[in-house]
């Protein structure tokens, strides 16, 4: 049973050895599209003993799984990526009406994950065992040779968010299943049908039963406790920076990949294109409807650049089309009405203390309008919360190294931008900040997918990108010869 219709609703099942299963325990979660509040159908709500089984199931194959030649495992990950482009307008329009996402971000999602998957592949296929001889070390001999190969960790947990359910799925899925691990996903609830379907296609390209499953539950029933069960590995997720330092806490040991939250801040210097920063800035903060956790989510620029940046700001905001993202509309709802509820909040609390409102603050249920805040001070919330919305501070600063500190004071360091035609002011600023990834000249992103992607401080532990991954997700492997003195 992927899939299955109950009084007049599709109900999805979990997937288990390779077969679609219903929970035991009777109870469904029901999906309701932020786009129109309809019901999209239902997941299962699974116990955890449930939870436990799709564990277990994991470790038997992985012995044959990791024994099978990579060039065979490649095969299959083509396979997929093939399904996947297939299958790529049907999972499109899943993500626009689960996650409201606009189609052409929707498609561009799945295309992508089906690049990840070839690319994965060919890396995987590319990595090779290394022979070091015991000679190169004082007091060391010829005689001594170590053979180091890269051997899994075993059973990968892999935690998507709703805001990607598909690529931050495979993201995680694929450099797994590449390195000879098996994979228990649990994608956000939110997003869980798009992801689902996406499982499904993988199911159909032929990878081994039981070597993908899936569980979908309530997060007090079985959110803390998956990720402490003693068959998990390792634990790859994708969340909020509060939910990424509570796994931390209780996992005990089992090692970890965390992408969390970023306040991520576009330093504009005085030389730089103000048409092109206009332009670049707010495609990078008001996409997807800021909801991503590289969006640029504050400016820092002098009054000089910021008096004449900020008309443009203003210009470009109020072009952007605002509604139902089935009619191609950038800006689209929230994904709830909390989320909308605590970025307004945001924007509350900013006008309050004295901020200025350029455009925007205009609410409909969980639809914000893109909103452009300047003069936002330090004392203010929105100077150091991650909105998650489609809300741009602008904060004035005295001078570069103003912007540097000021950057630098924020608890999270996942990405910044500096947009400058000074290389060597461009590099000044990049060497200073304190963040994983400094783009020059353009917006914070993620990608290319081979690119490292991590975070410092509350950002994140570890790094991704299809290589990255793989090695974090398995391990080095020494089996030393010793051979007769001649």
Same mark, same amino acid.
């Given at each position: 049973?992927?899939?299955?219709?109950?009084?007049?609703?599709?109900?999805?099942?979990?997937?288990?050895?390779?077969?679609?299963?219903?929970?035991?325990?009777?109870?469904?979660? /029901?999906?309701?599209?932020?786009?129109?509040?309809?019901?999209?159908?239902?997941?299962?709500?699974?116990?955890?003993?449930?939870?436990?089984?799709?564990?277990?199931?994991?470790?038997?194959?992985?012995?044959?799984?990791?024994?099978?030649?990579?060039? #065979?495992?490649?095969?299959?990950?083509? =396979?997929?990526?093939?399904?996947? #482009?297939?299958?790529?307008?049907?999972?499109?329009?899943?993500?626009?009406? #689960?996650?409201?996402?606009?189609?052409?971000?929707?498609?561009?999602?799945?295309?992508?994950?089906?690049?990840?998957?070839?690319?994965?592949?060919?890396?995987?296929?590319?990595? #090779?065992?290394?022979?070091?001889?015991?000679?190169?070390?004082?007091?060391?001999?010829?005689?001594?040779?170590?053979?180091?190969?890269?051997?899994?960790?075993?059973?990968?947990?892999?935690?998507?968010?709703?805001?990607?359910?598909?690529?931050?799925?495979?993201?995680?899925?694929?450099?797994?299943?590449?390195?000879?691990?098996?994979?228990?996903?649990?994608?956000?609830?939110?997003?869980?049908?798009?992801?689902?379907?996406?499982?499904?296609?993988? &199911?159909?390209?032929?990878?081994?039963?039981?070597?993908?499953?899936?569980?979908?539950?309530?997060?007090?029933?079985?959110?803390?406790?998956?990720?402490?069960?003693?068959?998990?590995?390792?634990?790859?997720?994708?969340?909020?920076?509060?939910?990424?330092?509570?796994?931390?806490?209780?996992?005990?040991?089992?090692?970890?990949?965390?992408?969390?939250?970023?306040?991520?801040?576009?330093?504009?210097?005085?030389?730089?294109?103000?048409?092109?920063?206009?332009?670049?800035?707010?495609? /990078?903060?008001?996409?997807?409807?800021? =909801?991503?956790?590289?969006?640029?989510?504050?400016?820092?620029?002098? $009054?000089?650049?910021? &008096?004449?940046?900020?008309?443009?700001?203003?210009?470009?905001?109020?072009?952007?089309?605002?509604?139902?993202?089935?009619?191609?509309?950038?800006?689209?709802?929230?994904?709830?009405?909390?989320?909308?509820?605590?970025?307004?909040?945001?924007?509350?609390?900013?006008?309050?203390?004295?901020?200025?409102?350029?455009?925007?603050?205009?609410?409909?249920?969980?639809?914000?309008?893109?909103?452009?805040?300047?003069?936002?001070?330090?004392?203010?919330?929105?100077?150091?919360?991650?909105?998650?919305?489609?809300?741009?501070?602008?904060?004035?600063?005295? $001078?570069?190294?103003?912007?540097?500190?000021?950057?630098?004071?924020?608890?999270? /360091?996942?990405?910044?931008?500096?947009?400058?035609?000074?290389?060597?002011?461009?590099?000044?600023?990049?060497?200073?900040?304190?963040?994983?990834?400094?783009?020059?000249?353009?917006?914070?992103?993620?990608?290319?997918?081979?690119?490292?992607?991590?975070?410092?401080?509350?950002?994140?532990?570890?790094?991704?990108?299809?290589?990255?991954?793989?090695?974090?997700?398995?391990?080095?492997?020494?089996?030393?010869?010793?051979?007769?003195?001649?």
């Amino acid at each position: 049973m992927f899939e299955q219709m109950e009084k007049g609703q599709k109900v999805y099942g979990n997937l288990l050895n390779g077969e679609w299963v219903a929970s035991a325990s009777g109870e469904t979660i /029901g999906i309701h599209s932020p786009v129109d509040g309809s019901l999209l159908g239902s997941v299962q709500a699974m116990t955890r003993e449930e939870v436990d089984q799709a564990i277990a199931s994991t470790k038997d194959c992985i012995p044959a799984w990791s024994a099978l030649p990579v060039y #065979e495992r490649a095969e299959i990950f083509y =396979q997929a990526a093939d399904l996947l #482009e297939q299958a790529a307008q049907e999972i499109a329009d899943l993500l626009v009406m #689960e996650v409201a996402k606009e189609k052409k971000s929707a498609l561009s999602e799945v295309t992508r994950s089906a690049d990840l998957l070839r690319y994965t592949a060919d890396i995987g296929k590319s990595l #090779e065992g290394q022979a070091i001889s015991g000679e190169s070390f004082p007091g060391g001999s010829r005689s001594k040779i170590s053979y180091v190969e890269r051997v899994p960790l075993g059973t990968i947990l892999a935690i998507s968010p709703f805001n990607y359910p598909v690529n931050l799925s495979i993201s995680k899925i694929a450099p797994a299943l590449i390195g000879g691990n098996a994979v228990v996903l649990k994608p956000a609830t939110q997003g869980a049908i798009s992801a689902l379907h996406m499982v499904e296609v993988l &199911n159909q390209a032929g990878f081994p039963k039981g070597i993908l499953n899936t569980v979908t539950g309530r997060g007090s029933q079985i959110g803390d406790y998956v990720v402490t069960q003693p068959g998990i590995d390792f634990i790859n997720f994708t969340g909020s920076t509060e939910v990424g330092r509570h796994i931390s806490q209780i996992s005990c040991m089992t090692p970890l990949l965390l992408e969390l939250g970023g306040k991520d801040a576009a330093i504009v210097l005085d030389d730089a294109d103000l048409d092109f920063v206009a332009n670049t800035i707010v495609d /990078g903060a008001y996409s997807y409807s800021g =909801q991503r956790c590289t969006a640029v989510k504050r400016i820092l620029a002098t $009054d000089t650049v910021a &008096n004449r940046l900020v008309p443009k700001l203003k210009k470009r905001v109020e072009q952007l089309t605002v509604g139902d993202p089935r009619k191609g509309n950038m800006i689209t709802p929230l994904i709830d009405e909390k989320a909308a509820d605590f970025a307004q909040s945001l924007i509350d609390d900013a006008l309050k203390l004295g901020a200025t409102l350029v455009t925007g603050n205009r609410r409909e249920k969980n639809l914000l309008y893109p909103t452009l805040l300047d003069q936002v001070t330090p004392e203010m919330k929105v100077a150091w919360i991650e909105p998650f919305a489609p809300v741009l501070p602008v904060l004035r600063v005295k $001078d570069l190294d103003d912007a540097i500190a000021l950057a630098n004071q924020s608890e999270y /360091g996942l990405q910044s931008s500096v947009f400058t035609n000074d290389v060597n002011n461009a590099f000044y600023v990049a060497n200073r900040l304190e963040v994983g990834t400094v783009q020059i000249n353009n917006k914070t992103e993620r990608g290319p997918d081979h690119f490292p992607f991590l975070g410092v401080k509350a950002s994140g532990m570890g790094t991704q990108g299809v290589k990255y991954s793989i090695l974090a997700m398995t391990r080095p492997k020494a089996i030393t010869l010793n051979l007769q003195e001649q």
